[in-house]
């Protein structure tokens, strides 16, 4: 068959994104079509250029279910039009995840396929909750088990006789609604009914929550807590070892729920340190980046770089606009040779360093007036360009020129303004499920009040309290109407997440000790 393409059946992990292999992120970045559960986190989806669909559960008279058989017909009609497919389930593929029932139809169908192992939900649950499933004191074994078995089966397969004897720890998948007679028929069948046992909501997840109970009790602890699906059960006496293992729920923004306003592309930084935190990040962007439409001025201005004394850079975005700009057209950053740089900050500066240049001045204060004063008594004289963006302040150029310098402003991309905040980022502030929102700008400070309605901003300072970047920041959102809660000492957006953990109670924690790096989500 000419022109068949192949499909991927990648396991997505539980919940955080972090828990995706190096194998899976490589199949992203390769699709043409993403196929993904509905527990699949959307983080991951940041990762693949593809058009993706959601499969989702439909109405049946047994309950909700997946229409598997659709699903398998859609893989195999891809494929057979020469895309290249990733079907990215929750957990691993294989462990009460149907990915063996997918790859069969494949394999009937002739369809190539590769499977791409993920970390199952017991032992990311287990691990992030604190339990250890095996132990050499207290548990040589670990049985997995469905708590949600094929409604059409004549009877069960489970034999809970043998799983009451069972030396080691038992861990349910899919089962909290059945926890009364899963707990009835253990304890039935000889399991002691004060055997250790908890349920663990939402694993690996900023919404992540535990209930440990003897086994008697753990359904009415449930209930009682309003624990939700999806969640797994875990009886044994590792549920008791669990002191001070329990490391991940002790993340000091554990379920807070933080509004990233960046641009859309550009906040891989911020959503992992909003995950280091224990934090859920909620896309808003409220600008857009854009290319400029014409580059005839630029390329006339990198045509005469030699002619400057200074190249100034207040952002990223400025400097791989322009540096990218110079490679394009040719040339390299020997063509910067003679000149003296300067960076706002030490983002600016770090994007400098991409292309291997140092900043000769970088002020203490990530701010245009400090900056100014860093260069204002060597500017007598001198001829300075600044790669800026579209609009912005004009601090910078004014004090620039009155030190007597020449300057040329050079507009190297652009800010656009969103028309609308993202569907998802709307109904979180419209349902009060966002504690928190960064404003890391004057402009973004001012778009956002453009977008947020009139029913939301009633809740601003309340329920849904906002951090400025800075003083100038926080006195443009002000102006435009918006209670600022909490304001950064350091400029950056790791000064934001530092004014955000103080005011909820918490000394700022640098991102180096939160986590090692994990991959981009």
């Known amino acids: ?252 923004l554990l379920g807070k729920r933080i509004g990233i306003t960046r641009p859309d592309g550009q906040a891989d930084p911020q959503i992992a340190r909003a995950l280091a935190l224990g934090a859920d990040p909620v896309l808003m962007p409220v600008i857009r980046i854009e290319p400029v439409t014409d580059w005839t001025e630029i390329d006339a201005v990198i045509a005469r770089l030699d002619q400057f004394d200074w190249i100034v850079w207040t952002s990223a975005n400025g400097v791989r606009a322009l540096l990218g700009r110079l490679w394009e057209t040719g040339g390299d950053v020997r063509r910067l040779a003679g000149r003296k740089i300067a960076a706002i900050g030490s983002a600016t500066a770090e994007a400098m360093a991409e292309f291997h240049l140092r900043a000769d001045v970088v002020p203490e204060e990530f701010r245009a007036e400090t900056l100014a004063d860093a260069l204002e008594r060597e500017m007598h004289g001198q001829r300075v360009l600044w790669a800026r963006a579209s609009r912005g302040r004009d601090v910078l150029p004014q004090r620039i020129a009155a030190a007597g310098g020449l300057v040329t402003e050079l507009v190297v991309y652009r800010n656009e303004d969103a028309q609308a905040l993202p569907e998802t980022a709307a109904k979180a502030l419209a349902e009060g499920g966002v504690d928190w929102v960064g404003l890391s700008s004057p402009s973004i400070a001012r778009q956002f009040a453009a977008l947020v309605p009139e029913s939301v901003r009633r809740h601003l300072g309340t329920a849904i309290r906002l951090a400025a970047i800075s003083p100038v920041t926080e006195q443009a959102a002000r102006q435009a109407g918006l209670p600022i809660s909490a304001t950064a000492e350091i400029y950056t957006w790791d000064g934001i997440f530092d004014a955000i953990l103080h005011a909820e109670g918490h000394k700022p924690t640098t991102a180096c000790e939160l986590s090692q790096p994990r991959a981009r989500a």
Request: glycine content about 10%; charged content about 20%.
């Open 1 to 252: 068959m000419a022109n068949v393409g192949t499909v991927f059946l990648v396991g997505a992990g539980p919940g955080d994104p972090g828990l995706l292999t190096l194998r899976g992120c490589e199949c992203l970045a390769q699709a043409d079509e993403v196929l993904f559960d509905g527990l699949v986190n959307p983080l991951l989806l940041r990762l693949t250029s593809a058009h993706t669909t959601r499969t989702c559960r439909e109405s049946a008279p047994e309950g909700r279910r997946l229409d598997q058989s659709a699903i398998n017909a859609r893989l195999i009609e891809l494929a057979r039009a020469g895309k290249t497919i990733v079907r990215l389930k929750g957990g691993d593929p294989f462990i009460f995840g149907r990915g063996a029932e997918e790859a069969e139809a494949l394999s009937a169908a002739g369809i190539p396929y590769e499977i791409v192992p993920g970390v199952t939900a017991a032992t990311a649950a287990a691990e992030y909750a604190g339990f250890a499933l095996t132990h050499r004191e207290s548990a040589s074994a670990v049985a997995y088990i469905t708590g949600h078995e094929d409604p059409q089966k004549p009877q069960s397969n489970l034999d809970y006789a043998a799983l009451a004897r069972f030396p080691g720890t038992l861990v349910f998948y899919m089962g909290l609604h059945r926890l009364p007679e899963i707990a009835a028929a253990l304890i039935r069948h000889g399991m002691s009914a004060r055997m250790p046992a908890a349920v663990i909501s939402r694993a690996s997840t900023p919404r992540q929550r535990t209930i440990a109970a003897p086994l008697e009790e753990l359904a009415d602890r449930v209930v009682e807590s309003g624990l939700k699906p999806p969640s797994l059960i875990i009886v044994g006496p590792c549920v008791d070892r669990r002191q001070g293992l329990s490391w991940y729920e002790q993340k000091p």
